[in-house]
């Protein structure tokens, strides 16, 4: 696709200490706006839109608003061999992580299997930034975040699970990580966001209005509408896994009790993050060729692209051009400097 004659391109770092010096000035201590700067400039990097500088004015307006605490500072506690709990002090869950990330892979490794459960925070981005390190260790990784409530399952007539995220990530010795990152429903709010931003359409099936009637608009979805589970009620058992381990094993918040909507522009719920580390070699020291085969196979079936394959491909691109903003972007940038 041909790049718009209305865009612009940026190199990475600059955007980076653009977005930087954007959190700053809002109040957020500077090692963890470095720490959003990152993933917010990863998401542009790597094409993930949905959760690039589009979620940067709920970022500010959660600080701004007392929301979120941007200077929060993280709790770690072993509460058991390999088991670590974070308080993360209505602070942001990434900044959580980076604190606990070199205990748990050290964990990981001297037992196995390591468990990060996070609480008291909010997650506002994409998941494979959290999990990606983690393969790159050498480490088979799941993570996985509650949100406030926003899908209908089974049969409901008012929302209770939330769009619920999940990512895996597993290490490759012959190339980058796979990872994935997907939420509970048809489509993440992050997609729903930027298609009403686009002004396009949903596909059918994937949100409600207000009333519960099926919408293609993503404005009346996002007004009060609902989103609907992917796979139906598969997918909502999905959205349940997900409550139980980011909130009932951390002892972070469900999505119905959020309390966000007293909070003008904030795109996160206070919630939780279930993040586990396994050493992929411990029980089999051919892992990494066990899986080379795998994936070898899949390739000879006539599967043409694993999951992040297109990011990591995005990525080099815009490592060796920039990235290339469009209009939309470049204002979010210059009305919140």
């Known amino acids: ?15 980076h200490r653009r977005v930087l010096a954007i959190l700053i000035e809002a109040g957020v201590d500077g090692n963890h706006a470095d720490i959003l700067a990152g993933v917010i400039t990863a ?8 959760h690039g500088l589009l979620r940067l004015p709920g970022y500010l307006a959660s600080v701004r608003t007392g929301w979120i605490d941007g200077r929060a500072v993280p709790k770690i506690t072993e509460v058991g061999p390999a088991f670590l709990s974070i308080d993360a002090g209505n602070g942001f869950a990434t900044a959580a992580l980076a604190a606990a990330r070199p205990l748990l892979i050290s964990n990981a490794r001297e037992y196995g299997i390591a468990l990060l459960a996070i609480r008291n925070s909010h997650h506002l981005g994409a998941l494979w930034p959290d999990v990606e390190p983690l393969a790159e260790a050498g480490l ?18 008012r929302k209770v699970l939330g769009t619920n995220p999940m990512c895996f990530a ?27 931003r686009r002004n396009e359409k949903l596909a059918p099936g994937i949100g409600n209005d207000s009333a519960g009637r099926p919408a293609t608009d993503p404005a009346k979805v ?10 139906g009620h598969k997918g909502a058992s999905i959205a349940l ?22 909070y003008p522009g904030v795109i996160s719920g206070n919630a939780g993050q279930c993040v586990i580390a396994i050493d992929a070699t411990r029980s089999n020291e051919a892992f990494g060729s066990r899986i080379e085969i795998l994936l070898s196979e899949l390739r000879a079936s006539g599967v043409s692209r694993f ?14 051009m920039g990235i290339a903003l469009g ?10 400097s």
């Open 170 to 196: 597993f290490p490759r010795r012959d190339g980058p990580p796979i990872v994935w990152d997907q939420a509970s429903s048809a489509a993440s709010q992050g997609e729903v966001l930027l298609a009403a």
């Open 43 to 50: 998401a542009e990097r790597d094409g993930a839109r949905g």
């Open 1 to 15: 696709m041909m790049p718009l004659e209305t865009e612009r391109r940026i190199a990475i770092a600059d955007l």
């Open 327 to 336: 209009p939309e972007e470049w204002t979010i940038i210059e009305r919140t």
């Open 241 to 262: 896994m997900v409550e139980v381990l980011a909130a009932g094993l951390t002892g972070g918040r469900f999505g119905f009790e959020d309390r966000s909507a007293r």
């Open 140 to 157: 088979v990784a799941l993570s996985t975040v509650n949100a406030r409530s926003r899908i209908l399952v089974w049969g409901a007539g």
């Open 222 to 231: 996002l007004d009060g509408g609902t989103l609907n589970p992917f796979g």
């Open 307 to 320: 999951p992040g394959e297109q990011r990591y491909r995005q990525r080099a691109h815009s490592e060796a």
